[in-house]
């Protein structure tokens, strides 16, 4: 009697051990999983009260499907001089917004939008008929948005974090809603851990 006793108790000790030992190997693999936060410039078309070129950066952080976003733009509007391939350059709109979205990862591309807050600073640039040079100054808020669909590596390197930085590259559609409407669309080049990647 006493050895089966002693069996049952070695039985449900070994049972609880290797229990133990899988949660522990489990919690050691959850602590390895890297975070999502990645970089990325971007560049194209755009729109205020001019037609011209819009570029600029951000750096983006993901919790769970939460994403933080903070974005730097430079807009230049352009108008046509009396040669057909001669612009002048009269707008220019500085970015500095800070964004909340959503986004949502597949094996090798995500998709994500995103609104917040931003402080603009613009520079319009005037000329009579005599050509005399007037610049006006504004600086107003707005509610900066974007979309973007982005492409990076499915698999990381190795199991170093290091070695799951990939580059990106993607589209974007961005703007600005405020009284200086703004928007644009162009391409992206990013860099940084674009996912979770398993073990």
Request: hydrophobic share 35%; proline share 2%; charged share 20%.
């Amino acid at each position: 009697m006493m050895q089966k006793l002693l069996k049952i108790i070695f039985v449900l000790s070994l049972s609880n051990s290797i229990y133990s030992q899988e949660i522990k190997d489990a919690v050691i693999k959850e602590h390895r999983s890297n975070p999502i936060i990645y970089a990325e410039a971007f560049g194209g078309f755009a729109c205020m009260d001019y037609f011209g070129l819009a570029g600029g950066g951000e750096v983006n952080y993901q919790y769970k499907k939460s994403l933080f976003t903070l974005r730097y733009s430079h807009l230049t509007g352009y108008v046509q001089r009396d040669s057909v391939f001669s612009f002048q350059n009269v707008q220019d709109n500085d970015e500095y917004a800070v964004m909340y979205g959503r986004r949502w990862t597949r094996n090798s591309h995500s998709f994500s939008v995103s609104a917040g807050v931003s402080s603009n600073n613009l520079k319009t640039t005037r000329r009579d008929f005599e050509h005399n040079r007037y610049l006006r100054y504004e600086r107003y808020y707005a509610v900066p948005f974007e979309a973007n669909f982005k492409w990076f590596k499915p698999k990381r390197k190795s199991s170093l974090i290091l070695n799951a930085i990939t580059p990106s590259v993607g589209l974007k559609v961005f703007g600005s809603i405020s009284k200086n409407v703004f928007v644009g669309a162009g391409l992206t080049l990013g860099l940084g851990l674009n996912k979770k990647y398993e073990e």
